[in-house]
DNA sequence: AGGATAAATGAATTATGATTCAAAAATAAT
DNA sequence: ATTATTTTTGAATCATAATTCATTTATCCT
């Protein structure tokens, strides 16, 4: 019998983050991310039901990875809020710095995917914000954050910032260096913009 | 002859506004439209030359009146740059408040109009990054801002959260009050987090 | 009241690209 | 080497919805 050479399935998934990067989920052709995983069109669908499971299944692990780092980093009893909070930021800029490709996917493609309960991309988002507002909430409680600042608030506004910069980085790196974004956050975050 | 009656071209760009919302740009129908304006599907193509046009016209006036507004207030000598910033800040929340459907198309499809550089609301998007750039950059010389805040980074920071925070606040209005959010923007940017 | 003109309609056309599936290819087992 | 089984291919099918345009409607003008 024939066997299966290579991994196909990740060949389609990083074919598909340069593709959705690059033209959007709805202009994206199941020929092109084919052609770019070096298979034929119709190959795509023996691993994916169809265009809207590939960007599931990429979601799916993005939102898998950030919620198992988010978990982990809220276990360690050696750091503060602050600190876990500036762990975070890390995080992300780690991740998207490696592929960002991905960053652009990440903010702009969420809109298209399907919102159904059972989808495990939404079961891991949600475990991330209940642990990101756990480590804030922390924060307030051991006095560390002002107690003023609202917890979802500022969730909105953090991965708000962190998204948007990402993307615009993600687009044109050259313009100006993921440290420096990443420096600025942390800076504005911790005393604001004033002298 | 027959003659027009009503605003057909501001009763589609209404329609159009909510229907993007609802749906997203890809998924949302010219016949959709065109009922929600109460015309005909073809009557859209009278004032538009095709559904990427709606789009283009839609943030071509947002852009328009947002570049309209920050110019005007960058002109202002009785506010300071940190004053400016709370204004601009407002000024979002204001326009976006009166429209909770325009914040979502704003937020989620930017990213599916043309960028052809003759377009009128690339145009004014960039003025209007001038202007706030700006601003940003007299607070600095002033001495009221911080000089180790990077302009644009800033920039990307600020607009990134402001956007985030209408998109999820338009999308489900009760989860928590725009004026909320409001002030804590303000106090983030202008104090941080700590206690 | 009838003609001229412009606006509006909505069914027919058309383009696009997602998805399917019959056929071909590869390799393991005998 | 032949067969059985599974994978892969890519051209044909199919669905959708954007766009067009022949026809109808409304109202101004004489």
């Given at each position: 019998m024939r066997v299966k050479e290579g991994n196909k399935e990740a060949d389609i998934l990083d074919a598909a983050i340069k593709v959705f990067a690059k033209s959007g989920f709805h202009n994206a052709k199941i020929y092109t991310i084919a052609e770019t995983a070096g298979i034929?069109?119709?190959?795509?669908y023996l691993y994916f039901r169809n265009k809207e499971a590939v960007l599931n299944k990429i979601f799916e692990n993005l939102w898998g990875q950030l919620y198992k780092e988010i978990s982990e980093l809220n276990q360690r009893?050696?750091?503060n809020a602050i600190d876990k909070i500036y762990y975070l930021i890390d995080l992300f800029f780690d991740i998207f710095f490696e592929k960002p490709e991905l960053a652009i996917v990440f903010v702009?493609?969420?809109?298209?995917?399907?919102?159904?309960?059972?989808d495990l991309w939404i079961r891991y988002n949600e475990l991330f914000i209940e642990d990101g507002e756990k480590m804030l909430a922390e924060g307030i409680s051991t006095g560390?954050?002002?107690?003023?600042?609202?917890v979802r608030a500022f969730r909105y506004f953090l991965l708000g910032g962190l998204r948007y910069m990402l993307d615009n980085w993600a687009k044109d790196?050259?313009?100006?260096?993921i440290n420096v974004l990443r420096q600025n956050v942390k800076l504005i975050i911790k005393k604001g913009i004033l002298v």
């Open positions: 034929a069109t119709g190959s795509v009893s050696d750091l702009n493609e969420q809109t298209n995917l399907s919102h159904a309960k059972d560390v954050i002002n107690p003023n600042i609202n790196q050259k313009a100006l260096s």
